[in-house]
């Protein structure tokens, strides 16, 4: 009798791929991908002819997203993978659970604390399980920076100095896609930056408790690319030759898998992945500042700016006993033009990573980190034996995200575009009420 649980995916972009490659190919033995959904029948063709040329296997069966009922009741799936654009994580994830299924969802978990509640309340009614991929915990650098934590490095924390700087090939690339409105998104404030809160709660053992924001659209845009006298007259990239000799430019004919998953399906899709980073509209922030206050006391202090000429972090925690400070250089380079089932397999590759700790009245002393490889400083592979191996090694640091975790997350970035709108500090409380840590 076959053993092996049953997946479906919802939401066929990039960010499938590293699903679709662990089910098929990683984790096949375990694993079975019965059904793929969007809105897109060439985007789904195109996973299916990955599966075909690459790993001579049969194409899994397709569904249009309005036929997502029908394949869960068609394909009986154990478990709904959810991949689409963030607006639309708690549809998804509310109707897999009504139908039976549990669910893993791409972060975030949602963009609003409206849709958060209504996901605790299918949790609550239907007891299926939700997993948040939060890939950034299980890279080397982020596990070691919470094990010095955990085993009291630094004592009790008192303050996070934490600086996460996006370039202008990485942090541009938000501003080109459907992320650059507000309502599809929550902004970098909850799309980006929940990696980071999850981060800081996951470091610290502990949720926000009150924040306070701001933040602008300072860079990007059309008003401030005319300010500095640029003007661009074109839409998107693709298909206008002035655009040849643009720093910013990306053209979706020039890469086989841009082209497959996005440009040919536009008809269908009505998406443009290739928007001028100075056109109109954009409703995000590209700088932003945070100030929180966490249940346990610990003060936060969080920058995030999407236009570097480099990528990386650097966060310091300090506390009764000491500091420890973790310094990375991210290696984000230009898309290759090449066909791969998982694009994103070496996304978020680290250059240079360094933990210091400085105990107090000691002497400072250089942290040892294992090496990580792969994409997200070499969270992913670790986070996919997580998720799919039956028998996956111990996790001391329970770096499995539940839906408190998710919820956690995003709403440190939803209490901070709320504080921005209205320049008031924001009881976290006051949006959905998280459990006592246990």
């Known amino acids: 009798m076959d053993q092996r649980k049953r ?15 662990a089910i098929t190919s990683t984790y096949k033995a375990y694993s079975e991908l019965v059904a793929l959904c969007d809105v897109s029948q060439a985007r789904m063709d195109w996973y299916n002819t990955m599966l075909c040329d690459h790993l001579q296997l049969d194409p899994v069966p397709t569904y249009k997203a309005t036929d997502f009922d029908h394949m869960i009741e068609e394909t009986k799936p154990d478990i709904v993978i959810v991949t689409t654009m963030d607006t639309l994580h708690h549809q998804y994830i509310i109707r897999a659970m009504e139908l039976g299924c549990d669910v893993i969802t791409e972060k975030p978990m949602t963009n609003t604390a409206e849709k958060a509640n209504a996901i605790f309340d299918i949790i609550e009614r239907t007891g299926k399980t939700l997993r ?57 404030m909850v799309h980006k930056a929940t990696h980071h809160f999850d981060l800081v709660n996951w470091w610290i053992d502990s949720y926000p408790q009150e924040v306070f924001a701001l933040g602008d659209l300072m860079f990007y845009g059309k008003e401030n690319a005319e300010a500095r006298g640029e003007h661009y007259d074109y839409s998107r990239y693709t298909g206008a030759p002035e655009a040849q000799d643009d720093p910013f430019a990306l053209f979706l004919d020039k890469n086989p898998v ?15 992945r290739d928007r001028n980073v100075f ?37 310091a925690i300090t506390g009764t006993k000491g500091r420890v400070e973790l310094d990375i250089v991210e290696s984000v380079e230009q898309q290759k033009d090449t066909e791969e089932l998982n694009v994103t397999a070496s996304k978020g590759a680290f250059k240079h ?29 670790v986070m996919l034996e997580q998720i799919f191996s039956p028998n996956p090694p111990a996790d001391p640091f329970n770096r499995a995200a539940s839906h408190i975790d998710g919820a956690a ?11 921005m709108a209205t320049r008031e500090l924001v009881q976290v ?3 959905l009420k998280l459990p006592p840590k246990a």
């Not at 939401?11 to 679709?20: L, W």
């Not at 890279?139 to 934490?162: C, I, M, N, Q, S």
């Open 409 to 419: 997350s995003i709403l440190l970035g939803i209490s901070a575009n709320r504080s």
């Open 279 to 315: 056109g109109e509209p954009i409703t995000i922030e590209d700088t932003m500042c945070v100030t929180a206050r966490y249940r346990n006391g610990v003060l936060l202090s969080y920058s995030l700016i999407a236009y570097s000429p480099w990528e990386g972090l650097k966060v």
């Open 258 to 272: 841009l082209k497959g998953l996005y440009l040919d399906a536009e008809p269908e899709s009505g998406y443009i």
């Open 132 to 188: 948040v991929t939060f890939n950034y915990r299980y890279a080397p650098a982020y596990t070691k920076l919470r094990e010095l934590v955990r085993d009291g490095v630094v004592g009790r924390p008192l303050h996070v100095d934490f600086s996460w700087i996006l370039d202008t090939y990485h942090g541009a690339d938000y501003f080109r896609r459907w992320h650059r409105e507000k309502e599809n998104s929550g902004g970098l």
């Open 429 to 431: 409380d006051s949006l």
């Open 7 to 21: 997946y479906a995916l919802v939401g066929t972009g990039s960010r499938a791929g590293m699903y679709v490659e």
């Open 353 to 381: 990573t360094e933990i210091r700790a400085f105990p107090m009245f000691g002497t400072p002393y250089t942290v040892e980190i294992p090496k990580g490889i792969g994409g997200h400083g070499g969270g992913d592979k």
